[in-house]
C-alpha cells in the first residue's frame, strides 16, 4: 500500500525557515518523480515544485530562489527546505507521488506550515 | 505561464443528476490535462489524465474530454459521495498548473 507521511509543518515568523519531510512507502521511491503540492486557507491547489527520478527539479515562479526540493532515495524521503518564508506561503502542503507525466495518483494527508509573526 | 478557468465554480446539483464541468486553457495544451476530486479534509484523488484516460479504481460515470484549450469533466449521474471540489491541472509542461476548482453541492 502506498504511503506518503508528511511532517515538519510548524507556526514561522516571516523571514523564517523551514523543512518539510514526505516519508514514502509500498513503492519504488527513487523511480518516481515526485512534488510538493500546497493549498492556502479558503484557496484552491497550488503546485510549488517537482523532483524527478533522475532528481532534475522545477519550481513554480512564486518560490524559486527560496525553496529547494531534494529527495534521499536511500531513507525514500522528499524534502522541502523553505527559506525566507512569507504570510503568502502559510498553506498546507502536500506531498504527491508523480502517476504519469507529473499527474499525481498519491498525495499524502498534509503538514500545515503557518507563516505570521 | 498557462492558466487554467474552471467554471462554473459552484455547481448545484441533486443525486443522479449530470453534471459537466468546463476547464479552459490560456493556450493549447494539447491532451495534458487531469483531473481530480478533493474532499473536505481529504487527501486529493486523481480522476482522469491526459484528458480523456480514468486512473485506476475510478469509477465509470467520470469521463474527460477535450484537447487544445476547452476542456470537460462529465459525472453522469451523481453519486451522494461525489460532492466535492474539482480542479484541472495542467501536467506534462512546466510550470504545471492547476485551475481553481469547482464546487460541486448538493
Known amino acids: 500500500e502506498v504511503q506518503l507521511l508528511e511532517s515538519g509543518g510548524d507556526l514561522v515568523q516571516p523571514g523564517g525557515s523551514l523543512r518539510l519531510s514526505c516519508a514514502a512507502s509500498g513503492f519504488n521511491f527513487g523511480n518516481n518523480a515526485m512534488s510538493w503540492v500546497r493549498q492556502a486557507p479558503g484557496k484552491g491547489l497550488d503546485w510549488v515544485a517537482g523532483?524527478?527520478?533522475?532528481?532534475?527539479?522545477h519550481y513554480a515562479e512564486s518560490v524559486k530562489g527560496r525553496f529547494t526540493i531534494s529527495r534521499d532515495n536511500s531513507e525514500n524521503t522528499l524534502y522541502l527546505q523553505m527559506n525566507s518564508l512569507r504570510a503568502e506561503d502559510t498553506a498546507v502542503y502536500y506531498c504527491?507521488?508523480?502517476?504519469?507525466?507529473?499527474?499525481?495518483?498519491?498525495w499524502g494527508q498534509g503538514t500545515r506550515v503557518t507563516v505570521s509573526s | 505561464e498557462i492558466v487554467l478557468t474552471q467554471s462554473p465554480g459552484t455547481l448545484s446539483l441533486s443525486p443522479g443528476e449530470r453534471a459537466t464541468l468546463s476547464c479552459r486553457a490560456s493556450q493549447s495544451i494539447s491532451g495534458h490535462l487531469a483531473w481530480y476530486q478533493h474532499r473536505p479534509g481529504q487527501a486529493p484523488r486523481l480522476l482522469i489524465y491526459d484528458a480523456s484516460n480514468r486512473a485506476t479504481g475510478i469509477p465509470a460515470r467520470f469521463s474527460g474530454s477535450g484537447s487544445g484549450t476547452d476542456f470537460t469533466l462529465t459525472i453522469s449521474s451523481l453519486e451522494p459521495e461525489d460532492f466535492a471540489v474539482y480542479y484541472c491541472q495542467l501536467h506534462n509542461n512546466w510550470p504545471l498548473t492547476f485551475g481553481g476548482g469547482t464546487n460541486v453541492e448538493i
Open positions: 504527491a507521488k508523480d502517476f504519469w507525466r507529473w499527474a499525481f495518483d498519491f
Open positions: 523532483i524527478g527520478g533522475d532528481k532534475n527539479t
